[in-house]
Nanobody, 124 residues
Framework: VQLQASGGGSVQAGDSLRLTCAAS????????MGWFRQTPEKEREFVAG????????HYSDSAKGRFTISRDNANNTVSLQMTNLKPEDAAVYYC??????????????????RGQGTQVTVSS
């Protein structure tokens, strides 16, 4: 499965952004999906995950209450709605897919497939 994130940009602190991950090559309806972010100074960081049927979601402490992950299996996409953005949210964001449909440790570690990212810049 190929994954491509889009929707990043340069915003000010307090603004919102919606990121979208488009999957191709395979239908993702049975995959657990997640969002991650990375900066040159930090290792890959888990942001949010969602189960195959959207019954379960999981967020990092920094994302909880501000970010919302969702998926549209019919359109093979996963989204991340980010609100009240902070300068420390600046990173390259990318999505990942796990062969197991539930939220597992494997997904939290990065999944089985990872795609190209999209840059998010937040100015104070």
């Amino acid at each position: 499965v190929q994954l491509q994130a889009s929707g990043g940009g340069s915003v000010q602190a307090g603004d919102s952004l919606r990121l979208t991950c488009a999957a191709s090559g395979r239908a993702i309806h049975s995959y657990g999906m997640g969002w991650f972010r990375q900066t040159p100074e930090k290792e890959r960081e888990f942001v949010a995950g969602i189960s195959w049927n959207s019954d379960a979601t999981h967020y990092s402490d920094s994302a909880k209450g501000r970010f919302t992950i969702s998926r549209d299996n019919a359109n093979n996409t996963v989204s991340l709605q980010m609100t009240n953005l902070k300068p420390e949210d600046a990173a390259v964001y990318y999505c990942a897919a796990s062969n197991i449909g539930t939220i597992t440790a494997a997904l939290l570690r990065g999944g089985d497939y990872r795609g190209q990212g999209t840059q998010v810049t937040v100015s104070s």
